[in-house]
């Protein structure tokens, strides 16, 4: 009997053992898997001539929501007796719960459970995403490439650099054309990087004419091989604006330096309303309005997200018959506060760096102490398509409207999700909120990613359900499914709602949170 065979007691001794490798449908690559062996992408096995999914259903314990230790209630292997850890507010997830490939059958578990009286159904699948990617949100104000750059993982173009965001720097990963429409090793490349950050790992990324940076989910970006610490408090002009009142009487001219734009206290509207004095300063950049300068210096890794080291690079001569003068005081400062110099004019007006006093210490203090910790966000995007809406519903348009009329609540691994209006089930999720390990990859390639709709029984009859499939969640738990592996009990992370009760009590939105 073969290892697998035994660890999923697939194996009847009164038959004969099965030599012949058997055929894996859940995805189109058709793998013929040996007694014994798992298939191309791991995620399935051939136990004594069963095809066994290999990891465990993950079924979540909301009893971690309030704060309970999270108590694994079920080794993999064993049998749930259902008592351990049971408070009524369990989710069985699509973790492990195979998929509908090739379409024709229902999806694999179709759960129902009463929550406040009310009977809902949870329709649970793994889904397989060609149309997928992430959206990567890095906080920091350095320069990691220009926009559209290219960015490669294992040196194929994965994705390219985006819009930035305030304070952020967006990158846009994976999708179909990188996914299938370029050379194998494109695609593989593309693949794997999805899945680990997807699963939350650290993966080194290269941006043409840019910075190479790692990018981990929930964890600081590391650009250039330095750590990044802290997001910006805002551009130069709000800095100037939100600290206006804590340098006056401290210092005569504040510059504080940015990429984006650089504000300087005398000439800003805040200055002007506190009374700032001119002080002759000039600027070498393109003026906006009183006080904010755009382009001071070409974007980088320096001061403020420019290419500057030497902030006095960004100042041309000073005017002493705008306000000039011998011993007048300067404090420039960066949009993080991480990088700061005072100086005082000498007798032919040039700023001459001194130690720096304390009197300033503080409100520069003030502004790290506001930049928040910089850290990589990862959100999965893909789309639901025909496969995945078939084995919800025998008319697949029916899932579709039900979802974008609110009837239905989304989850990816009991995680909320935002679905995108308009047209089809695009849905975005955070990963850092999602079980971990929770998405798998087929070789075609293509990304495999948990998936629930949980919605009211009599709403999910009246769409064409499967209503001959549903099962209750006890007989679930105590007796598993078609793919025969057993239940993992987790507790649900504490952010996630319990989603029977959030679609009973959403108001009209179909977004994260
Ligand atoms: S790649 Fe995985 S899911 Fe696809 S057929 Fe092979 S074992 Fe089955």
């Not at 159904?121 to 559209?148: A, M, N, Q, W």
């Not at 997807?198 to 970006?221: F, M, Q, S």
């Not at 805040?270 to 300068?293: C, E, H, M, N």
């Not at 018959?321 to 949009?335: E, H, Y």
Request: proline share 6%.
């Amino acid at each position: 009997m073969s290892e697998l065979a035994e660890r999923f007691d697939t194996h009847d001794p009164g038959e004969k053992l099965v030599a012949e490798k058997i055929r894996c449908d859940a995805c189109p690559v058709m793998c013929y898997i040996a007694d014994g062996r798992t298939g191309a992408c791991d995620r399935y096995g051939n136990a004594g001539g069963r095809i066994v999914r290999m990891d465990p259903l993950t079924i979540l314990d909301h009893a971690a929501e309030t704060g309970a230790a999270i108590v694994p209630f079920i080794a993999e292997g064993e049998a749930w007796d259902g008592e351990l850890v049971n408070t009524g507010r369990r989710f069985v997830t699509a973790i492990g719960a195979g998929t509908t490939y090739p379409d024709y059958k229902p999806a694999p578990f179709i759960v129902s459970q009463e929550v406040e009286g009310v009977d809902l159904i949870t329709v649970v699948t793994e889904g397989i995403f060609s149309y997928c990617g992430v959206k990567v949100k890095i906080d920091t104000d350095r320069h990691l490439g220009p926009e559209t750059a290219i960015v490669r993982a294992a040196g194929e173009a994965i994705g390219h650099v985006t819009t930035g965001e305030y304070g952020s720097q967006m990158l846009s990963l994976g999708g179909v054309h990188h996914l299938t429409g370029g050379s194998k090793s494109e695609g593989r490349a593309t693949c794997d990087a999805l899945l680990d950050l997807c699963n939350r790992k650290p993966v080194e990324l290269t941006i043409d004419g840019g910075a190479t940076i790692i990018v981990e989910a929930g964890k600081p970006p590391v650009i250039d091989g330095k750590q990044e610490h802290r997001m910006r408090v805002g551009c130069g002009s709000a800095t100037i604006g939100m600290f206006a009142t804590q340098w006056r009487g401290l210092v005569d001219e504040v510059v504080v330096v940015d990429d984006h734009i650089t504000g300087v206290v005398s000439e800003h509207q805040a200055g002007k309303v506190l009374g700032w004095q001119d002080t002759g300063i000039k600027i070498i950049g393109r003026r906006s309005t009183p006080g904010r300068y755009f382009k001071v210096s070409e974007p980088g890794l320096g001061w403020g997200g420019t290419s500057i080291s030497d902030p006095l690079s960004i100042l041309g001569e000073w005017n002493a018959k705008k306000g000039a003068r011998p011993g007048l005081s300067l404090l420039m400062v960066s949009t993080t506060g991480e990088q700061f110099a005072y100086y005082e004019l000498d007798d032919e007006l040039k700023p001459i760096e001194k130690p720096f006093p304390d009197r300033l210490q503080k409100s520069v203090g003030l502004i790290e102490d506001n930049c928040e910790p910089a850290l990589c966000t990862v959100l999965f995007i893909g789309g639901a398509g025909g496969s995945l809406r078939a084995g919800v519903t025998e008319n697949p348009v029916n899932l579709t409207r039900s979802v974008q009329g609110l009837k239905t609540y989304v989850t990816v691994g009991g995680a909320p999700v935002y679905v995108w209006p308009g047209g089809g089930i695009t849905l975005m999720v955070d990963v850092t909120r999602v079980p971990e390990g929770a998405f798998g990859y087929v070789p075609t390639p293509a990304l495999v990613a948990p998936i629930e709709f949980t919605l009211r029984r009599d709403d999910y009859v009246r769409l064409g359900g499967y209503e001959a499939e549903i099962r209750s969640l006890e007989d679930i738990v105590a007796k598993g499914g078609e793919y025969l592996n057993p239940r993992r009990g987790t507790g649900a992370p504490t952010s996630n709602p319990w989603p029977p009760l959030a679609q009973l009590h959403r108001a009209g939105s179909n977004g994260i949170g």
